[in-house]
C-alpha cells in the first residue's frame, strides 16, 4: 500500500532555532499534502494545505511567518518551524493524497514528528 | 463548514467482545466521506474503514463495520471481538475537498 514517510520523529530543540519536517510521498504523486497539529489525547487540528509548485493555504488563526511550508516536488513537503518556542511544542503530522485516486480514497498519513522546545 | 462530534472521551471494552463508538456528523453537502481511524499509543494515523454518503450498505472491513444512519447523521464504527491491541485513540472524520476534518476521538482501552 502507499506510504508516507515523515522525518524526523522525534526533535529536541532550543527555544529560537528553525525544525525542519519533512514529509515524503515514497509510491505515489502527491499534488496535495496536509499537515496538523495535534495536542496529548486531542483532536488533529488542520494548520495548513500544502500545493506542489505553488503557495500554501493556511488554515485561519495558523501564521504563515511561522509555519513555513514547501512543497517543490510531486512526493516532498517540508514544515519549517521558524524560531521555535515553547509552546510550539506538539505532535505534527502529514497526510498526502494520491494524486490519481478518486475523490473518496483515504489518505495517507506519516508516522508523525514529536517536537520539544526547550 | 463541517463538524464531526464524538461524545464518548474514554470507554473500556473487556478483551473478545464488541464495542461501539459513536460519531455524528454536520454537513449541508450532498455528497461527502466519511472516515475512521485508529491512533495508537505510536501516534501513526491507521485508516479503518469508509462510507460514503451515497452508499446504501453499510461499510464492513473485518472486524470493523460502520452503522451508518444518514438521516440521523451518524456513522458509529463498532470493533467486534476485541483484542488487546485494539488499544488506542479512534478518530471520526468527514472529508471535505480533499481535507479531513476530525473529531475529538475516543480513547478505547481493551481489558483482559
Known amino acids: 500500500g502507499a506510504v508516507v514517510s515523515q522525518h524526523p520523529s522525534r526533535v529536541i530543540c532550543k527555544s529560537g532555532t528553525s525544525v525542519k519536517i519533512e514529509c515524503r510521498s515514497l509510491?505515489?504523486?502527491?499534488?496535495?499534502m496536509f499537515w496538523y497539529r495535534q495536542f496529548p489525547k486531542k483532536s488533529l487540528m488542520l494548520m495548513a494545505t500544502?500545493?506542489?509548485?505553488?503557495?500554501?493555504?493556511?488554515e485561519q488563526g495558523v501564521e504563515k511567518d511561522k509555519f513555513l511550508i514547501n512543497h517543490a516536488s510531486l512526493t516532498l513537503s517540508t514544515l519549517t518551524v521558524t524560531s521555535a518556542h515553547p509552546e510550539d511544542s506538539s505532535f505534527y503530522i502529514c497526510?498526502?493524497?494520491?494524486?490519481?485516486?478518486?475523490?473518496?480514497?483515504?489518505?495517507?498519513f506519516g508516522s508523525g514528528t514529536q517536537l520539544s522546545v526547550l | 463548514a463541517q463538524k464531526i462530534t464524538q461524545t464518548q472521551p474514554g470507554m473500556f471494552v473487556q478483551e473478545k467482545e464488541a464495542v461501539t463508538l459513536d460519531c455524528t456528523y454536520d454537513?449541508?453537502?450532498?455528497?461527502?466521506?466519511l472516515f475512521w481511524y485508529k491512533q495508537p499509543s505510536s501516534g501513526e494515523m491507521i485508516f479503518l474503514i469508509y462510507?460514503?454518503?451515497?452508499?446504501?450498505q453499510n461499510a464492513t472491513e473485518g472486524r470493523y463495520s460502520l452503522n451508518f444512519q444518514k438521516a440521523r447523521k451518524s456513522a458509529n464504527l463498532v470493533i467486534s471481538a476485541s483484542q488487546l491491541g485494539d488499544s488506542a485513540m479512534y478518530f471520526c472524520?468527514?472529508?471535505?475537498?480533499?481535507?479531513?476534518?476530525f473529531g475529538a476521538g475516543t480513547t478505547v482501552t481493551v481489558r483482559a
Open positions: 497526510s498526502a493524497r494520491d494524486t490519481l485516486a478518486g475523490a473518496n480514497e483515504k489518505l495517507f
Open positions: 509510491d505515489f504523486q502527491a499534488t496535495t
Open positions: 500544502s500545493n506542489e509548485g505553488s503557495k500554501a493555504t493556511y
Open positions: 454537513t449541508s453537502d450532498q455528497s461527502y466521506g
Open positions: 462510507q460514503g454518503s451515497y452508499d446504501e
Open positions: 472524520a468527514i472529508k471535505d475537498d480533499y481535507k479531513l476534518s
